[in-house]
Every structure is written in C-alpha cells, then in structure tokens.
C-alpha cells in the first residue's frame, strides 16, 4: 500500500511539474492597451477595435469581457485564439451624456495574465459645439 502511495504522489508531482512549464500557457500583445476618442458629439455612439496576437504557445479563450457601465458594449472573439494568430476587441460606446468619460474593459481569459483591462476615454460635446 505504500509503494502505491508514494507511485501515485511520484507520477502526481510529474503531472503538476510538467504542467506548470514556462511558456506552456496562452498571452495577449495588444497593439495598445487604451484608446482617446478625443471630443465626440453626443447621441453619437463610437468604436474602437483593440487588436491582439497571441504569443503564448496554447491557444488563448477568452471567457469573458466586462464593462464598468451600459453606455459600452464589449464585442470579442469568441473562437480559441491560435499562437500567432490575431483577434478583436471591440467597445463600442454609446455617447448619450455630455461629460468626460474613461471606461474600463476587464478581459477574462487563460491567458498568463488571466485578467486584462483595456481603457478607453474622451469627452462627450454637446452636438452642436465642436
């Protein structure tokens, strides 16, 4: 019983160890990680595409992308992401308030860094002023 044991805790350590090698996970290189709209009209919605690769060496899932508030609208790529291939981020925000804004985007996926935040800001004008 105890040379199973001790077999079973052996082959559980090779798992673990091997699982846990460098390099052996999925990461995100986005071109830039935060976007300035600049002054936008009101009642006027904007997008911007946050563009990706992925360097790791595992395909890259993203589960899910949240928003710090309705006005923005998060569209991703749903499909695994392949090492090297390219993929999207896109907040679309809905422009309804005359006032500054920065909204965040938080990226959950699993990746090295499983949590990721994407900013984007600007400046709501009233439609009339430029």
């Known amino acids: 019983m105890k040379k199973l044991l001790l077999l079973c805790s052996v082959i559980l350590t090779f798992v673990a160890v091997t699982a846990m090698k460098p390099g052996a996970e999925a990461e995100f290189k986005f071109e830039t990680e935060s976007h300035d709209f600049g002054k ?18 595992q395909p890259l899932i993203i589960s899910n992308v949240e928003t710090t508030c309705g006005c923005t609208v998060p569209e991703y790529s749903k499909t695994p992401i392949k090492k090297g291939e390219q993929g999207i981020i896109k907040a679309s925000f809905n422009a309804a308030a005359v006032a500054p804004f920065v909204k965040q985007l938080t990226i959950k996926s699993n990746a090295r860094t499983p949590i990721k935040v994407l900013i984007i800001k600007g400046e709501v004008i009233a439609a009339n002023s430029k």
């Open 40 to 57: 936008i009209p009101q009642n006027k919605p904007v997008t911007y595409e946050f563009k990706f690769t992925n360097i790791g060496d």
